[in-house]
């Protein structure tokens, strides 16, 4: 499978000529386009596209340009094209490629979709068993190393206004875990989180900023080896379900960069002992599922 995406061309209908123009193709493939606009019929940039076949197996996939426009060369076959945007409503069609030929979707326009409903005002805590905590760092700024903390709790508290809630998460620095017992004892000892006089990572936050659709930022400080600074989680509320008890359940995604050097742990002092393990930068990511206390 191949894919082409083309894009800051100008397109002057669905023959032959304006993006088209002077563009070679393969004899086996074939051309996908559509505009994706919002409701007052301006273009919608950076939505993301995904172009799946007909057993539903990804070919390819991408954002509109500046204009809206999606443009894909892909096989002769039969296709599904779906375009995803924040804030509006999913777009799905299917479109048949034949051989030098072009599948025009013409103007598709989003609609504006409803936000999630927001969870109930009160107390409610992370539910461990359906959340996770990890991370990817570089090892020696070259593969990626991924781990995650194996035991945390957390408590949410849900006001009336959203954006005065508050929240507060601990995390057992001893359960850190990257599948490898030789590093994870490492990243325990006094040339990194140094467990024994450190032993929980801790984030309070304040601060909910609503970001727009379902986009939130939440802002507090996380304390890491001693050491507290602001940090801000770019999070996405999934929305409201109910566990097989009937509970009421409320799910997010949330992520985050850190940087050692912000908690004293400095690369030109790992350097200086032979320990180049952890690149300087880390992604934090979060999975979680809160339910309301009874």
């Not at 700024?141 to 991924?146: D, E, F, Q, S, V």
């Not at 995390?171 to 490492?186: E, G, K, L």
Request: hydrophobic fraction near 40%; charge should be negative; charged fraction near 20%.
């Amino acid at each position: 499978m191949f894919g082409r995406w083309l894009s800051n061309k100008r397109q002057s209908g669905s023959g032959s000529g304006g993006a088209f123009a002077g563009l070679t193709m393969p004899r086996s493939a074939g051309m996908i386009s559509c505009r994706v606009l919002d409701p007052v019929n301006e273009p919608v940039q950076q939505a993301q596209y995904v172009v799946t076949d007909s057993g539903g197996r990804k070919v390819l996939g991408g954002e509109t340009d500046p204009f809206g426009r999606v443009l894909a060369t892909v096989p002769v076959g039969d296709y599904r094209l779906a375009v995803t945007a924040e804030g509006f409503t999913p777009f799905h069609a299917s479109a048949t490629v034949v051989e030098e030929g072009h599948a025009s979707l013409g103007d598709v326009r989003l609609q504006v979709s409803q936000p999630p409903q927001l969870p109930a005002p009160g107390d409610w805590e992370i539910e461990p068993t359906h959340s996770q905590i990890g991370f990817t760092a570089r090892h020696i700024g070259m593969a990626r190393i991924h781990g995650r903390f194996n035991s945390f709790a957390g408590a949410v508290r849900i006001a009336d206004r959203m954006e005065d809630s508050a929240m507060h998460v601990i995390m057992d620095a001893s359960s850190i875990d990257t599948n490898v017992q030789m590093r994870d004892d490492h990243l325990r000892s006094a040339d990194f989180l140094d467990v024994a006089r450190y032993p929980t990572l801790e984030f309070y936050s304040e601060r909910f900023v609503h970001r727009g659709g379902t986009r939130w930022g939440v802002t507090g400080a996380l304390t890491l080896h001693g050491v507290s600074r602001t940090v801000t989680l770019d999070t996405q509320y999934i929305g409201l379900g109910h566990g097989l008890e009937g509970e009421a359940r409320a799910a997010c995604r949330a992520t985050t960069e850190l940087h050692r050097e912000d908690f004293t742990l400095t690369w030109q002092t790992m350097l200086a002992k032979g320990i180049a393990v952890v690149g300087s930068s880390i992604a934090i990511d979060l999975d979680i599922q809160i339910v309301q206390k009874t």
